[in-house]
């Protein structure tokens, strides 16, 4: 059975005062089946992503809140890897679909993150790591022990830190939805704010409103739509602490594998990615954890431009988490969405989309392809 | 939802642990500063947090105070506040690091 | 039956502040005289618990056998002005911090700065009445001032704890108790009431009709009790709200200047209130020897004095090769801060 995407929607990422989390949730929702072609009716099932809506807002339930907004109220539910649910409910969506019991549904991931005040988004993001052994630390602080471990052992550099950003920045001025239409040099990268040393503000991917969706169908649609091919999923300890490895993502390096091994790919057969850089570090991470650079080559890599147009692989096409935003529950979907656009297009005929939980306790990989 | 107010059992269940780490030694890996924390650890700032090596077994904790740890430092584990106490609430206690004197 | 001090243990946070650095952030152009250069200042996430937890750690791990001896400490008392809960014994939180059994006599004691004194007194009885094996005395406070009051120079922090008992097979008395004696009546010179934040004292009442009347009275009567007199002790450690009040009750009772040597670290360390006379009892400790007798008075306001004399013994050598850290140890880690940092650990 093949898995086809046939519709896709992105809402604008940002700070989106006059959408609230069902506005959001709807709109892609219904985007996405209007870009099928279909009617609501069409859906069989739908996947819900979401990280902290119950955190943010107070708000559970969504895969009936979700499901409310078509008349005849198909199965829903929703699913949570904090910021790797929207990849995880891809994986539900397709295990339905691969029982055969549903043709057609819908997978929709959102969150609406700026409705608190940035000190408490940090408390709800800080729910991704262990609340008890990890008490104290921050989502940055996480990622910044990982930035000096590698520092310590690859020597990785300020720069090849800092170049990330300048190019997701860059990138994102092609992505329409994107948060930031902004460049920025080297230089204020570098000179920005600490957060967690040695992460600065512009290391990290900002909060954001959004919404992502895509219809996936196994019903045979005449062929012109993007396939999914490879999907992987791999875990790790939530505590990074007790990690057999400080310098890599072992769930990364899971996920990829079976995502591969499923569509019979290697890794270098790929034009173009996109990788989960909630910051800097993550993306340098998830390039050697995805076999794209050896260990400790990713930073080198970057600053020689080979994570860009003209380079070995196009890195983040969309500006990555950094620069298009970070809506939690939406970025695995968005990411499998803007990829499934490209390829539409014609850009690429292969893809791949890559999605992290917390500090690498869980990982998603995607592979699509051109039909 | 208020997650910053100490819950009587999580307190209850969390103190259970405290004499298993209490003056445990440990050499530092890695330490970062987190210069944006969390709501209730805000008056703290700046607040250094270290992954530490017990002897083959790793844990995470903040530093005691506003200490400095580098990677490679000697340390122990003592018993310090976790977060500022309030008017009210039950006082979040737990273990920190030092670095040997 | 004898009884005595088995292994001991102090703590003094790592920073402090200059009298002098005091004065120029109030704006006051001069310190007051009281014989106290600096004081100590808890760090943020420092309070009475966390230091009672850190003396009597030090104190459990100088043991001889330091696991055999937490099996068998059969009570805890700590005396403090500052235990963080009005109502929820400090106790019960460093006793689990320590691991220590939790079949236990335990309760938060206050009476100013003679609460630790008075724990130390309650716990050698439980031992001398057969009642527990071993018993933990502690001496801990974070003391307040309000900024510009003359309290402020002296209001110190720090801790220190003593396990008392019986000569065991492992665990040695290293100074053995001669005997106490306790004297107490309803003098207000310093108070605080519940919903304050800071003590309120009567200025110059505070000395003879309080601190030196009841100094006086306690020591007395532990002399007559005893039958010794002031030349018979290598030691004496008297209270110290500051430097001055100590050196001038030696006077009045007939101790030198000699016999204060070593109990005077109030000129680097201020006022500890509770943790004061036991913590001056461990800097003597840290450098008697064999043979010495040691007299020692504290003084809690409101108010009452308890009177002790120990005499050393050659386990006291021993136990020396044990401990890790000393106060002079604690003294020479102490790092000045500034005004701002330290208005900045006030209220925290």
Redesign the interface.
Known sequence: MKISIIGTAITKFGELWSLSLEDLFKQASLEAVESAELDLADVDAIFVANMGA??FE?QMHLGALVASHFPHHPPAMRIEGACASGGLALLAAQDALLTGRYQTVLVVGAEKMTDV????A??VL??AAH????????F??LY??LA??HQ?TYGTTRKQLSVVSVKNHRHALDNPYAQFHKEFTLEQVNQS???????RLLDCSPLSDGAAAVVLTTKNNGGRAPLLTGRGHGMDTL????RDS?TSLTATKRAAKQALSDANRQITDFPVVEVHDCFTIAELLALEDLGIFDPGEAGPASVDGQTTYGGKVVVNPSGGLKASGHPVGATGIKQVAYLARLIMEGKFELALAHNVGGSGATAVVHIIEAS | ?N??LVKPAVYWR???N???W??RRGEV???????????E????TP?N?A??DFNGA?????V????KVV?GDEVKC????????DEAGI?R??I?IQKL? | MKVGIVTYGAYLP??AISAQEIATGNGQTATPDLGVKQKTVP?????T??IA??AS?LAL?SAKSTDKLKKQIGCLFIGSESH??AVKPSGT?VA????LPTDLSLADLQFACKAGTQGLQIALMYVLANQIKFGLAVGADTAQAAPGDVLEYTAAAGGAAFVVGTNSSQEKILAELLGTSSYATDTPDFWRRPQQTYPSHGGRFTGGPAYFAHISQATKALLKKLDLKPEDFTYAVFHTPNGKFPVAAAKQLGFNKKQLSQSLIVEKVGNTYAAATLLALANVLDHAKPGDKILMTSYGSGAGADSFAFVCTPALLEFRKRQSTTIQ?YLA?LQLINYLEYRQRSR?
Do not use: C, H
């Open positions: 119950g955190a107070g005040s940035s000190a408490e940090t408390k800080a729910g609340i008890n052994n990890e008490y104290g630390s921050t940055p602080s910044a022990l000096r471990q310590q704010q600490l957060v967690a040393d040695p992460l505590t990074l602490a007790d400080l | 939802m997650q910053t969390a103190n259970k405290w004499s298993e209490l003056g890996l890695a330490v970062t500063t987190i210069r944006v924390a969390v709501p650890l805000a008056t703290w607040i947090y992954l530490v790793r844990r995470s904790f903040m005691a105070g506003q200490e990677s003592v018993l310090r506040k976790l977060s500022p106490s006082i206690y737990g920190k004197s | 790592k920073l760090d943020l996430d420092e309070d618990i966390t937890t850190e750690q791990l963080p809960y939180v689990s911090a320590l691991g140890d880690r925290q």
